[in-house]
C-alpha cells in the first residue's frame, strides 16, 4: 500500500533512500542469518502482483493536482504517517467537527466500460462533503482510498485528478490517500474507491433539523442527473432497453448514454454553507440513496412532514425515460434517484427571497421553491406531487 498523505512528498526519494541504507547494512547479499538474499527483492513482490515503483510514479504525477487544492489550515509539517490541519489557521475559534464517508457505487462499472474516468473522483467528493455542508460544516480537508487489482498509472491519476477538482470546487484541500494494489482481490482493471471528508461549523451555527418549522419553504437546488446513486437500477434499465454504452442517449442524443450517464454529482458546498451562516436554512438534506422518499425526513421533526410538487423542478428527461424504458413505478422512482432535487433547503418563509438573493449571487440562479413544511398528522413524512411527470 501506498500512504499519499500530504502527497507533494516524493514517497520515490525517501523509498530510494531507504532501500539504498538496508543494502549498506546487509552488504546487499548477506541475510542476518547467512543465507543469500536476492538483489532483485523489488521484482519479487512485483512478481508477486504489486509494483511498488507503479505507486512512486501514481505520486509523482499527481502532486501538482493535490498541491492546487491547498487552502488555509494546511502546510503543516509534511512527509509523517498522518496528514495535519491547523483549525486556528483556518479561521476557526471553538469549532465542532463533522465527518463523512461515502463511494460512488457501480458507477464505476460504466466508467470502466467507456475508460472515461475523469468525473468518479469529482463523484466521490461531492457525495461526502454535500452531506457535511447540509449541517453547516465548511468541508477543509479530504482523504481518498483507492484499490486496484493491478495499478494503471494512468486510471488511478485521472480518478485522482477529478477527486483534485472536486476538492477545488468544494473549498477543500485534498491532504492525503492510500492506493492499495491488491491481487486477487480485485480482477485487473477494476477499482474501488472510498473518500472521507472532515468539515468544521462554529458552535452555535450547526444545522441539525430541529429548527424546521411549520410553514418552512422547502427550496430545491436541481441535480445535475442521478448523481451516484441507483447505477444497479440505472444499468439494469440499459440492459433491459438493449442499448450500449457507446449509442446516443435517448435524453440527450448530442451525448452518448454513458458520457450522459457519468454526469458528475454537483457539489452544493459552498451554497449550503453560506446559507447557514447567514442563519437562513432551519435544515437542508442532500438527496442520495433513499431518494426523495427517505432523505427528506432526515432533516426536519418527526411531528412535521414534507410537501413537495416535483412539477415545480426544472424538466430532464433522464428520469423519464429510466422509470419508462425499465417500467420503474413513479413510487420506485422516487424511493431510489433524486429525481431532479439535488439539495433540499427549509427556509423560513419570510426569508425565502433573502435565500434566493444569496443563492443567485453563488451561481446558484436555478433554485426553485418546491413546497412547504406541514404538520405531519397522521400521513406520511413525504407528500409528493407531480409524479405524472415520470411518464411523459
Known sequence: MIQ???????????????????????????????SNMTENGDDAYKQAGVDIAAGDALVSRISPAAKATARAGTGAALGGFGAAFDLK??????????????????????????GDHKGIGTDLVAMCVNDLATQGAEPLFFLDYFATGKLDVDQASEVIEGIATGCKLAGCALIGGETAEMPGVYPVGRYDLAGFAVGAVERGGFVDGTAVREGDAVLAI??????????????RVVEISGLNYYDPAPFAPEKTLGAALLTPTRIYAREAVALARNGLAHGMAHI?????????????????????DLGALPADPLFPWLAQAGKISAFDMARTFNCGAGLLIYTPA???????????????????????????????????????????
Request: hydrophobic letters at 40%; glycine letters at 12%; aromatic letters at 4%.
Open 89 to 114: 489557521a483556518a479561521g476557526y475559534s471553538d469549532p465542532i467537527l463533522v465527518a463523512a464517508t461515502d463511494g460512488v457505487g457501480t458507477k464505476l462499472l460504466i466508467a470502466e466500460i467507456l
Open 350 to 392: 419570510d426569508q425565502v427571497d433573502e435565500a434566493l438573493k444569496l443563492l443567485a449571487s453563488l451561481g446558484a440562479n436555478d433554485v426553485v421553491i418546491g413546497g412547504q413544511i406541514v404538520a405531519r398528522g397522521d400521513g406520511p413524512a413525504v407528500r409528493l406531487d407531480g409524479m405524472d411527470r415520470f411518464q411523459r
Open 222 to 235: 436541481p441535480s445535475s442527473g442521478v448523481h451516484s446513486n441507483g447505477y444497479s437500477l440505472v444499468r
Open 288 to 308: 442520495t440513496g433513499g431518494g426523495l422518499i427517505e432523505n427528506p425526513p432526515r432533516a426536519f421533526p418527526k411531528d412535521l412532514a414534507m410537501e413537495f
Open 4 to 34: 499519499r498523505n500530504n502527497v507533494n512528498v516524493s514517497l520515490r526519494e525517501a523509498r530510494t533512500t531507504g532501500i539504498a541504507s538496508v543494502r549498506q547494512l546487509f552488504s546487499l547479499n548477506q541475510n542476518i542469518d547467512g
